[in-house]
């Protein structure tokens, strides 16, 4: 070979050791840089539903309170004073009343100074904003006793629509006491000042309602008054509250513009690009650490995985499936058993909507479909939890990184148990006995034809889909359970109008309360099980509605730990889902990072980081 | 050619009108619920039935087709395109943040594509079945038919995941804060590397340059495959005419007939092609934008159509017939102008 070839050779050499050599230090040492997927939908905090937001939000913004480190129990402190208890005095014996002392000389990022005004309006705008499909129905529930504002109006105005109150954008004159009353009489009555202190008013004993507040990034984070009015914001009026309600996004005037009290403030956010942001020196707590943190949204995981090794990205976010590609990395510190907020289920609606349904295969019990109400018998129910193999579908789907849930509620929520009797374990014989015993023997007789569902790209969903089919076939071969992946507004619509028979589906948590579970897998009105046809929602009335409301207003936890307990039993023994498994999370980062914890109710956690605590060395 | 013109630039509107129409046509065969979807892609927002009804109403998703159709075109009169769901910001501001950095790619990929196409093109041509010809052909028909995606991945994975040298995104961290903060960047042209010059700052230059090699070896790669076929053939073509054969008989000097008298005439065709392309290439950036996470217009019109949001779908479509008919005039106009034999009428 000849010497220019060598030259050029060793050059090479030399400049990839070099690049290699470079990182045993960590650069930017006042820098991190998170690339992750997603960006964040909005940086209003009452329009923030999502966790992207949530987790910029949780570092611009502050609560009055937080949970102490990674607990979902205790609490700290932050914008208040003191965590009110019934101990020292503030929260009424009834639990109808929260006092919180607000914390002095805190400032905004625009330098003006928190005052307890500010934390009021924080809460009754997000209470009158309350837009649709948004957060803010977790304040409104536990305050003014509904899901939405909108229900008071109708109720005082006495239409049917909301829609009803206007004309061309104006509330109509026969309306506009009732208007000014919704807020005169619920929303301004359910926050009050009393000299440094703010007082929540409850409509109703709410056991999670300190878990609302503490929750970080969204819906209780506290917003200068002040500030917001000159960004066009709701003006704090009665008679003006409706032209702030629900808005258009393009209307709302904080979705892009923050000032908190939080560590970081915001330099910079280009939507699904970046999100930049730059130390707050007078942050009430001291300044953090680094000087600057940097959001990178990168899809294509080659190359975050490509940016981590090079040291480009100090921390990532790898998929489960992509975990043993960053396991041996040089320089990587790779970490595994994080608790998650969040459990994957399959349902079983007891009735399907049969009006132009494919799914249902004939509508009959034929061996040609099924009829609607197919899964109102327990023992088809009792007959698919024994199908699945369970232990074999964590290990190789999911490698590993989950844990079995016995019922809707996650470990460590009261409810979670490890109790082997409260699990179906993978057994065709049992699976056998209970599908013989369904439809008076003649389902095992006949057999059955269905589709059962998963959204395209979700390849977890994909593997549970074709586990059922496979073993339903091995337990009787009349049993043909088709899988179809169909695109999320395909399934959507589907699971909408109630038209699916089989569906695999996941819930994340607003707060880490079983509450937060409890309606929506098991109420007569929660976000899926409302979707289970009126043989359930009926039985649901009667058999868990009552349980969820008494453990909702206990102020007992014992009391409160048994009745979900109890839930769970309930759970179990109708057999009303395939409880499939709670995700475990893992963390990844380049090993200059320090300070990390995890909080599983922390948005973005444990793939992100509380930035404030995070320092490179 | 000018009374052409403004004709052909009166038909811009109708165009428009059109491809909206179109597009509106298709989202309306969609029920409301399925165009829900763009609005939930959690299900923690349907607290209960009435949440997605809720939706349903805000957002106008039950309207007949013609009252959505004609209340879209009402905001437009406005200059407003809607809210895009997918970049989360309204459409226009999100075509107007990603098209520069598009614009770029494509303006710097463009260069190598044309000079490398057509430079191997004609020397193909002219070495006819050589073992140079056959050369050149087996790399152009692995250019043309690698796809994007692996040879993206590769060329990051070589030139970044191992030497380092050509990283992903845009701009390094620290640059986007010199560029973003503090106002003391101006944004000229929104080129970052024609603003860096005019700023006077090289290092911010030489660090948008290196962000865009990767891209650009990738885009131009196989775009010039393309063109270095279109070039090869209709060289040969013309080197088969008689006014060739005419000139070689004559004793013109071989340089001379080639890049003389058959080369112009041979890229009379390549020009139409090579117009197109750089107008294909815009709304072709999907890939290579993906793989480089490099902030342009495709990875955020193929997110927009695939989660069914409308609003950016039809911005992106609006603008994009725009350039097609525009770019589609200018080739036509330089057509013209390059053959004299051509009358635009």
């Given at each position: ?13 030399i ?23 997603g ?10 539903y999502?966790?992207?937001?949530g ?10 309170i ?20 019934a ?20 400032k ?9 005004e ?10 009158i904003?309350?837009?649709a499909?948004?957060?803010?129905w977790m ?17 005082l ?8 109150i206007f ?28 000299g ?6 409850l ?19 506290i917003?200068?008054?002040?500030w ?37 403030k ?20 001291g ?12 899809n ?9 090794q ?21 320089g ?9 907020m ?10 399907l909507?049969?009006e132009g ?10 061996g040609?479909?099924?009829?609607p ?16 193999p ?36 993978f057994?065709i ?15 095992w ?20 889909c074709d ?6 076939k091995v337990?009787n071969?009349?049993?043909e ?28 948590a ?12 098991l ?11 009126k ?24 009391e409160q730990k048994?009745?979900?307990?109890e ?15 709670q ?9 200059w ?12 956690l ?10 490179k060395? | 050619?000018?009374?052409?013109i ?16 179109l ?16 609005y ?22 039950d ?22 769901s ?8 999100a ?15 463009i260069?190598p ?6 430079w191997?093109?004609?020397i193909?041509?002219v ?5 140079l010809?056959?050369v050149?052909?087996?790399t ?15 060329i ?15 701009l ?20 970052i ?9 090289l290092d ?5 340059i290196?962000h ?12 010039w495959?393309?063109?270095?076929r279109?070039t ?11 006014y060739?054969?005419?000139?070689r008989a004559k004793?013109?000097e071989e340089?001379k ?10 890229l009379i ?9 750089i ?5 072709g ?9 490099y ?14 949001d ?10 994009f ?7 589609n005039?200018?080739?036509d106009?330089?057509?013209a ?6 009358r635009?009428?």
């Open positions: 070979m000849s010497r220019k070839v060598w030259t050029m050779l060793l050059v090479l050499t400049v990839m050791g070099l690049g290699i050599g470079a990182l045993a230090q960590p650069p930017n040492p006042d820098r991190v840089v998170y690339a992750t997927i960006g964040p939908e909005t940086l209003d905090p009452h329009w923030a999502d966790t992207a937001s987790e910029i939000i949780f570092a611009i913004y502050d609560n009055l937080a949970y102490d480190g990674g607990s979902i129990e205790k609490f700290i402190p932050m914008l208040a004073t003191e965590v009110p208890s101990e020292n005095g503030l929260i009424s014996a009834d639990g109808l009343n929260y006092t919180f002392p607000i914390r002095q000389n805190v905004f990022h625009n330098g003006a100074v928190l005052t307890v500010d934390v009021e309006y924080s809460f009754k705008r997000g209470m904003f309350d837009r499909g948004g957060p803010m304040l409104l529930e536990p305050l003014l006793g509904v899901d939405s504002i909108e229900g008071i109006a109708m109720e105005t006495g239409v049917e629509n909301y829609s009803d004309v061309d954008g104006e509330v109509k004159d026969e309306y506009k006491e009732a208007m000014i009353k919704v807020f005169t009489d619920y929303v301004d009555k359910a926050v009050e000042i009393d440094n202190n703010i007082i929540f008013h409509a109703q004993a709410y056991s999670p309602f300190m878990n609302i507040l503490a929750h970080g990034g969204s819906w209780s984070s917003i200068n008054k002040e917001s009015i000159e960004q066009g914001a709701w003006d704090g009026k009665a008679d003006t509250w409706w032209k702030y309600h629900d808005p258009q996004n393009e209307e709302d005037p904080l979705y892009r513009v923050t000032n908190g009290t939080g560590p970081f915001l330099v910079r956010w280009v939507p699904e690009e970046t999100t930049m942001l730059e130390r707050f020196d007078d942050h009430w707590r300044p953090a650490h680094l000087k600057e943190v940097v959001y990178q949204y990168i294509e995981w080659t190359t975050r995985k490509l940016m981590l090079r040291g480009d990205a100090d921390i990532v976010y790898v998929p489960v499936t992509n975990m043993n590609e960053v396991e041996d990395m040089e990587v510190e790779l970490t595994k058993g994080w608790d998650t969040t459990n994957t289920v399959t349902n079983m609606p007891w009735l909507n049969a349904n494919a799914n249902l295969g004939s509508g009959k019990l034929d040609e479909g099924i009829p109400d197919f899964f109102s018998d327990i023992h088809v129910r009792k007959g698919f939890s024994y199908l699945f369970y232990d074999t579908f964590i290990e190789k789907t999911v490698q590993g990184q989950a844990i079995r849930n016995p019922g809707p509620f996650p470990r460590p929520l009261y409810g979670y148990t490890e109790d082997p009797a409260m699990y179906y374990e057994d014989e049992k699976a056998k006995e209970e599908f013989k015993l369904a439809w008076n023997g003649e389902l007789e006949k057999g059955c034809k269905f589709n059962i569902f998963y959204n395209e790209g979700n390849d977890v969903r994909k593997a549970v586990m059922l089919s496979t073993y339903a337990v071969p009349k049993f359970l088709t899988p179809i992946g169909v695109q999320w507004s395909s399934y959507l619509k589907q699971f909408l109008a109630e038209q699916l028979p089989m569906y695999t589906i996941g819930w994340l607003d707060y880490p309360h079983p509450h937060n579970w409890a309606p929506t897998y109420g007569s009105t929660g976000t899926y099980s409302a979707f289970y046809g043989p359930y929602v009926d039985w649901a009335k009667e058999n868990t509605d009552p349980l969820i409301d008494k453990a909702l207003k206990s102020v007992d936890p014992e048994a009745i979900y307990e839930l769970t039993k309930i759970a179990h023994d109708q057999a009303l889902a395939l409880y499939l498994y995700p475990i999370g893992i963390h990844v980062q380049r090993d990072v320090k300070g990390f914890y995890h909080s599983p109710v922390i948005s973005g444990p793939e992100s980081a509380d930035f404030y605590y995070i320092y060395e | 050619m000018l009374s052409y403004i004709r052909r630039l009166l038909m811009l509107p109708l165009i428009l009108l059109g491809v909206t129409f597009i509106f046509c298709l989202f309306s065969l969609l029920s409301p619920m399925e165009r829900l979807a763009t939930i892609n959690n299900p923690n927002v349907l607290k209960n039935p009435q949440s997605a009804q809720r939706l349903i109403e805000k957002y106008h998703l309207d007949p087709f013609p009252a959505g159709y004609i209340h879209w075109l009402k905001s437009l009169m406005k200059l407003d395109f809607g809210w895009s997918t970049a989360n910001q309204p459409v226009w501001e075509i107007m943040q990603r098209f520069p950095a598009t614009m770029e790619l494509v303006f710097y990929s260069i594509v044309i000079l490398v196409g057509i191997l093109g004609v193909s041509a070495h006819h079945n050589d073992l010809d056959q050149i052909r087996v152009a028909i692995i250019g043309w038919s690698l796809p994007t995606f692996i040879f993206g991945l590769l990051l994975f070589i030139f970044y995941g191992i030497l380092g040298w050509m990283p992903p995104g845009r390094s961290a620290w640059a986007q804060f010199a560029v973003y903060t503090g106002g003391n960047f101006k944004h000229y042209t929104h080129f590397t024609f603003d860096a010059l005019l700023n006077g700052r911010i230059f030489w660090d948008a290196i865009l090699i990767g891209p650009i070896i990738t885009l131009s790669y196989i775009s495959a393309y063109l270095l279109i090869r053939s209709s060289m040969l073509d013309t080197l088969r005419k008689d060739i054969r005419t000139a004793g013109v340089k007939v080639i890049y003389l008298h058959a080369q112009k005439n041979a065709p390549v020009v139409t092609v090579a117009g197109m392309m107008i294909g290439m815009l709304g950036v999907v890939i290579t934008e993906t793989v480089f996470t902030p342009g217009m495709g990875y955020w019109a193929a997110t927009s159509a695939q989660q069914l409308y609003g950016s779908v039809i911005g992106f479509a609006v603008l017939a725009f350039i097609m008919v525009v770019g005039l200018i080739v106009v330089s057509y102008l390059i053959d004299p034999r051509v635009l009428e």
